[in-house]
């Protein structure tokens, strides 16, 4: 299936520019790009859908459903169909037999939804796609989609943790609920030293690209092209070869080219498949059927991230250890699984009670259905939650003991003698030094004279006549991040030039994989990375492989590329005529987890509520950096989206289940403007999970950010209250996102 009708600009070899050997190093930096990919993309001549030039492209609009649950009685598309430029109006009767694809089933007992993709006779969720139109141009599927007209009656319909709702979800594709549990001793019977409670709403991924598809059948070889904007391309092919009762060779899935991911391109959607199901009709002849979702369709029908509640209870003895916590997480999870639906159960159960020791432990975590988009993963995808849950408990602790929040993590957390282990828990802790990076921090934090000077403006507040100063909240967060699992594919090739060309199963979204791959396999061949060509993304020509999930891709993909250049080396070594060609899919022996302590200072004013971070210190250890400057540009994307989530977005719906933050006018999304001072650091230790020594870094910063943020507020609320006495009610509530009226309601509130 070598044929390429989907074309995009030709690219160009540009020069690495960071080669971690010095003597290499020189002649990269003339050009000043950061990023082999840089210079085709900064020339527009990037491998993105939007970007592929088809002959004879035609068009696809969705009509969508404008309930949450509702019966489908009648769908009158004559109009549409007659109308200037239509191809083809298609209704579910026109996808009867199209299933949703398999879920992953990360916990026992767990099995996939065995459903319609698209129910003959009811909506489950607004923007739940119900009619395809496809017609010559853009502005003729729109229009002809107007002219579609489904009659609907409403029904009842379930919302998000709604307990009463129950028997609703029979309405649903599976009766189904994910559960999670995990137990470790028996935490004490006795009232625990501290409880929290913590609501994370629904957030948007909101990648820069947002969803796309261009499919093509050819029918003179009986295969599907499909350039989708996706992190997982051979998984994509599975499902729709699958979908369309298709063998995986007959199916070409090509994704050069991603304009951001963050979870929310791991799986594919309805849409994807009706494409694809369009495209293989007769009355499209053959030609390209191209899709690109508007930004309001993502925030509707695109994956949604969080949607948790939380709740714990931590016990510790009177030497101030932890001897005990009680977990119960609940997810929502939407009218459809996507593939890793349960990965944020899983994850949050899993890595309580995160980076610190406790005798037992006791995870109940569940996820239910709801009438609303789907829940998947998205940056992180439970490692926030999990952070945000524990370092809530340990602040509160600490207030609770009268016991400084830094000393309390310093006794508990585990030692670095005492990595890599086996958890009580089953799970196996990477190395690192976590009570380093709680010490590096506090010094660049300054943190023990920002305490004294916070208890001297305190004192000073309680003084007649003092000018009420905004309220000062000293935050902080220790997390661990689990880093990906299994393993992936590469095939290295010793090309008769002299050159190499690199294939990897691993797939590309921004974060300059065709950079970092090439460093590690040129370090290991013993040439320059501009003499290795990495190509990601299409079947076609790559191994099949996992994709970018999970921090996974330079801990678990570098490896595999080491390993392959490993034994290339020798073979050359040899006397292997070229060319030559290694193939593998190497498996890791652990996972890495990354590790690392924020610090923030918070100041909220009295008068509004409004928050400011007035410091920001970050002691991050990814393990090996195979390209600092790629690891840091990661780590502040991450930092970012963690800013948005703590501080601003929240995808709402009405009690009729209508979406209210349907754009970027509603929902709020973090500007540069926003972003605070940082003092970023990194304190690596190498990982004992792969030869590479490399730990995940791309979710680092949603994890520990919004944790500390909260605290932070805690902390700064707490001037209200005098010591000893319970934090207020509103203030023992607070929620996500941290606004200005949160906040300011918090401080009204009587004691």
């Not at 987890?593 to 004013?605: F, H, K, N, Y």
Request: proline share 7%.
């Amino acid at each position: 299936m070598a044929q390429d009708s989907f074309t995009d600009k030709p690219t160009s070899s540009a020069p690495f520019p960071a080669f971690v050997n010095e003597a290499h190093s020189v002649a990269w930096m003339d050009e000043g790009l950061l990023r082999t990919e840089d210079a085709r993309l900064l020339r527009g001549e990037g491998g993105f859908v939007a970007n592929r030039v088809a002959p004879g492209t035609v068009h696809a609009v969705f009509v969508r459903s404008p309930h949450a649950h509702a019966r489908i009685t009648e769908i009158q598309a004559d109009d549409a169909r007659c109308s200037p430029g239509v191809l083809t109006v298609l209704t579910p009767v026109d996808f009867a037999g199209l299933r949703q694809p398999p879920v992953n089933p990360l916990l026992p007992g767990m099995q996939s939804p065995s459903a319609d993709l698209l129910p003959q006779d009811r909506v489950l969720a607004v923007g739940a796609p119900v009619v395809l139109v496809v017609a010559e141009t853009l502005q003729q599927a729109q229009t002809a989609a107007d002219l579609v007209w489904v009659d609907y009656q409403d029904l009842p319909h379930a919302t998000d943790f709604d307990a009463t709702a129950t028997a609703l979800y029979a309405s649903m594709p599976s009766n189904l609920a994910i559960d999670a549990r995990v137990q470790v001793g028996q935490v004490p019977a006795g009232a625990p030293s501290a409880q929290a409670s913590v609501e994370l709403p629904r957030v948007a991924a909101s990648p820069l690209e947002p969803r796309a598809a261009l499919m093509q059948w050819h029918g003179e070889t009986q295969t599907l092209q499909a350039c989708l904007s996706t992190q997982t391309p051979s998984r994509a092919r599975e499902d729709l070869a699958a979908a369309l009762a298709l063998q995986p060779a007959q199916v070409r899935v090509i994704a050069t080219d991603v304009g951001g991911a963050f979870g929310a391109k791991a799986s594919v959607f309805a849409e994807d498949l009706m494409l694809a199901a369009a495209a293989c009709r007769a009355e499209l002849n053959g030609r390209p059927v191209r899709w690109l979702a508007t930004r309001g369709e993502d925030l509707l029908a695109g994956t949604h991230g969080r949607a948790s509640r939380l709740q714990g209870r931590l016990w510790l003895d009177t030497q101030g250890r932890f001897t005990g916590l009680d977990a119960h997480l609940q997810f929502a999870l939407g009218h459809w699984l996507p593939f890793s639906a349960a990965a944020p159960i899983r994850n949050a159960s899993r890595i309580l009670p995160g980076p610190y020791a406790v005798e037992a432990l006791q995870v109940h975590a569940q996820a239910h259905l709801s009438h609303a988009a789907a829940v998947g993963i998205y940056r992180g995808a439970g490692r926030p939650e999990a952070c945000i849950l524990m370092e809530r408990l340990v602040d509160a602790a600490a207030r609770a003991q009268g016991l400084d929040p830094l000393d309390l993590r310093l006794l508990n957390a585990w030692r670095a003698q005492d990595l890599p282990r086996a958890l009580p828990s089953g799970e196996w802790l990477d190395r690192c030094d976590l009570p380093a990076l709680l010490e590096r921090a506090a010094v660049l934090f300054n943190y023990r004279e920002r305490r004294q000077q916070q208890a001297q403006e305190r004192q000073q507040q309680t003084e007649p006549h003092a000018s009420p100063a905004p309220l000062r909240g000293l935050g902080m967060a220790l997390y661990v991040e689990p880093c990906g699992q299994g393993g992936e594919s590469a095939r290295l090739t010793a090309l008769p030039d002299g050159r190499f060309l690199l294939a990897t199963g691993s797939s590309a979204q921004g974060q300059g994989r065709e950079t970092a791959y090439a460093l590690i396999a040129a370090q290991a061949l013993g040439c320059l990375p501009v003499d290795v060509t990495v190509v990601h993304g299409d079947t076609a020509h790559c191994p099949p492989g996992v994709g970018a999930l999970a921090s996974r891709s330079t801990a678990i993909g570098g490896s595999a590329i080491l390993a392959a250049a490993e034994q290339l080396h020798a073979q050359l070594a040899g006397g292997a005529a070229l060319p030559c060609s290694v193939e593998l899919f190497h498996h890791v022996s652990h996972e890495a987890w990354a590790s690392g302590c924020l610090m923030v200072e918070m100041l909220i004013d009295r008068d509004t509520g409004q928050p400011r971070i007035t410091e920001l210190v970050w002691v991050d250890d990814a393990g090996v950096l195979v390209h600092p400057d790629l690891v840091h540009g990661q780590l502040v994307g991450g930092l970012a989206q963690g800013l948005g989530q703590a501080l601003m977005e929240r995808i709402v719906y009405d009690d009729n289940g209508q979406l209210i933050t349907g754009s970027l006018m509603d929902y709020a999304l973090p500007r540069a403007e926003d972003m605070p001072q940082l003092t970023l650091e990194s304190l690596a230790t190498r990982s004992a999970a792969n030869a590479l020594g490399a730990k995940g870094v791309g979710e680092a910063g949603c994890i520990g950010l919004p944790a500390a943020l909260l605290n932070a507020a805690h902390d700064a609320l707490a001037q209200l209250t005098p010591p000893g006495q319970p934090p207020r009610e509103s203030a023992a509530s607070l929620a996500f996102p941290l606004t200005a009226p949160q906040l300011w309601h918090a401080m009204q509130a009587p004691a």
